[in-house]
């Protein structure tokens, strides 16, 4: 059964759009991955691509690029982006991470970003193993897959998570990075921060990923237009034998 989780910014294209935006401005996400591999002249694979916000960004120097989605709703931003913007070598693609629907040892670098791959089974997603064996099947050998998640245990991201739900997830982190761990992955944590033009664009944002009657109070925990949000990127290099090198 799909792992799937539905996300606000499915159906609110132009905060999901702005969201993107806020997130990481200096693109130290990217400066990371780029540490292992060049993503130039690369064939991509963007896994649960969303609107294809950093997928359509990756085709203006990559060989080719997969977005792969199967929100209906997710779908018809990545096409209206496309149809925006065309790249010839962009393709979008419906399919689920347990079962893509593309050739084996495709791809350089397979990229998900807050998509599928969150870990351990806990109260809202299911297993990504079968997600993960997908990844090795498309991945060429010496190939990089970067998961890019939240990471619940530092940044003021993480202390609104708190604030809103009532609990630390600290514990949660640490199972998360035991769980890629155990798989082969290597974990590097990135310290970066949402950044707005002013306040009212983070109170927007903030609407997609915390309950409404909770912003506000986060809000006064802000000081000026930006605030810290850590990331965990969980990255896998693919040997001849399968496994991470």
Not at 50 to 78: C, I, K, N, W
Not at 136 to 155: A, C, E, P
Request: proline share 3%; aromatic share 12%; hydrophobic share 35%.
């Amino acid at each position: 059964m799909p792992n799937l989780y539905f996300y606000a910014g499915s159906a609110n294209p132009e905060l999901y759009e702005l969201q993107n935006e806020l997130i990481d401005p200096e693109r130290k996400i990217e400066k990371v991955m780029q540490e292992f591999c060049d993503f130039d002249g690369s064939v991509i694979v963007d896994v649960g691509a969303g609107s294809g916000f950093h997928s359509h960004m990756y085709a203006g120097t990559a060989s080719v690029v997969y977005a792969v989605e199967p929100d209906s709703g997710m779908l018809r931003q990545l096409i209206s982006r496309q149809a925006r913007d065309f790249r010839s070598n962009f393709s979008v693609v419906k399919g689920f991470a347990e079962d893509l629907p593309l050739k084996s040892d495709l791809a350089d670098i397979v990229h998900a970003r807050l998509a599928y791959f969150f870990g351990p089974p806990v109260k809202y997603t299911g297993s990504c193993e079968e997600g993960i064996e997908e990844v090795k099947r498309v991945l060429k050998t010496d190939g990089h897959f970067f998961n890019i998640q939240n990471n619940y245990s530092s940044g003021q991201y993480a202390d609104f998570l708190k604030l809103s739900y009532g609990r630390d997830l600290k514990s949660l982190q640490k199972e998360i990075s035991e769980y890629f761990l155990s798989k082969g992955f290597l974990e590097r944590v990135v310290r970066t921060k949402w950044r707005a033009k002013n306040r009212e664009e983070i109170e927007k944002a903030l609407t997609l990923e915390f309950p409404i009657e909770k912003v506000g109070q986060i809000m006064k925990a802000i000081s000026g237009n930006e605030f810290s949000h850590d990331f965990s990127i969980f990255i896998f290099r693919k040997t001849s034998s399968g496994e991470n090198g």
